[in-house]
């Protein structure tokens, strides 16, 4: 089979590779799309902690079941489906307590050991597969992993009816966390980026304010819309660590800070006083538990969350390393670009 091979750092390559064949308890999917997350884009630049070339990334996707294990019981062939992209071991007492995203064994879908969507098929245990409602794109479809993120996000974040939150970061999981945040019953949302075209997305969705950083300072934004108050939370989805102070600063006595962005640089806290007196917490977010990815696919499904509207280009998989480029680069305003077979 055909697939994008991230060959080297910043380097990807169209080659013929194996192609997979399922053991007893997996299925194998015919991948239709596959979208381009920053995770992927760490590992282009060479940032990211495990992702590494040679790798056939592509973890968020959907697709086709084409054939079955022995074992499988709960898909057949012809199944749409999408998938949580966490392999995990079920028995260390992460898994056994409820954990499953704290696996220390964890191999995420689009690395070495497990290659991933950008190839035309792949294989997933039936455990960590999800169909698909009819009326659900294939595109739309590949969404249901990064909004099960901003799922995860707000929870780590204890939103609920009535909180308040600023988010920092507007590309696809920011907005992923916006939407969640609202759902949740967030009644005062504020999103900060560095892009006009990003913050425009938000204010469809029905941001409170936005904050363009290059423009505004956030932290007097969030003052101004909260009477000085402050927010009950802050969500941190761009690696940034100046990001990290500004939602020390922002939050309340006992609000939290949630950390879902990548990190390249150590985050650096000069004064912890603030952090001590008001009890504030920074609390990790990492990727999502199977009730979040359930939670975004009702989402999606029953139209509450339009993830739409967040996939800006849609991309033949033969124009990979294109595709990367623009998002690096930013050669063309963009928020979601998904690849296709």
Request: hydrophobic content about 40%; glycine content about 10%.
């Amino acid at each position: 089979m055909k697939a994008a091979v991230l060959r080297d750092y910043y380097k990807m390559l169209i080659e013929e590779v194996p192609e997979p064949e399922p053991q007893p308890n997996e299925l194998k999917i015919r991948v239709v799309v596959a979208g381009i997350c920053g995770s992927e884009m760490h590992a282009y630049k060479g940032t990211h902690p495990f992702r590494r070339p040679p790798s056939i990334m592509g973890h968020e996707m959907a697709g086709d079941v084409v054939s079955v294990g022995s074992e499988v019981t709960k898909f057949a062939v012809g199944d749409r489906v999408t998938l949580d992209p966490q392999r995990v071991c079920g028995v260390c007492e992460d898994c056994l307590a409820g954990y499953p995203n704290s696996c220390q064994k964890k191999i995420m879908l689009g690395v070495q050991q497990w290659p991933g969507g950008y190839g035309e098929y792949i294989v997933c245990p039936e455990s960590q597969a999800y169909r698909l409602p009819d009326h659900v794109s294939y595109e739309v479809g590949t969404m249901v992993e990064p909004l099960a993120v901003g799922v995860h996000g707000v929870r780590q974040a204890d939103i609920r009816p009535g909180s308040s939150v600023l988010i920092l970061g507007g590309g696809t999981i920011g907005l992923c966390a916006l939407a969640s945040a609202i759902d949740a019953g967030a009644t005062t949302a504020i999103i900060s980026d560095a892009f006009d075209f990003n913050l425009e997305a938000a204010r469809k969705m029905g941001v409170t304010a936005t904050v363009n950083v290059t423009k505004q300072d956030v932290n007097q934004v969030v003052s101004e819309v909260t009477g000085g108050k402050g927010v009950d939370a802050a969500i941190v989805a761009v690696g940034m660590p100046i990001v990290v102070r500004q939602g020390l600063a922002a939050i309340k006595n006992r609000g939290v800070v949630s950390l879902i962005g990548l990190f390249d640089k150590p985050i650096v806290i000069e004064d912890t006083f603030p952090v001590i007196s008001g009890e504030r917490v920074i609390r990790g977010s990492q990727t999502y538990v199977p009730q979040d990815v359930q939670k975004a696919l009702n989402l999606i499904a029953s139209g509450r969350v339009d993830v739409q509207s967040m996939i800006t280009h849609r991309l033949p998989m033969v124009e990979a390393q294109h595709a990367f480029e623009m998002v690096d680069k930013r050669l063309e305003d963009c928020i979601k670009v998904v690849l296709t077979h």
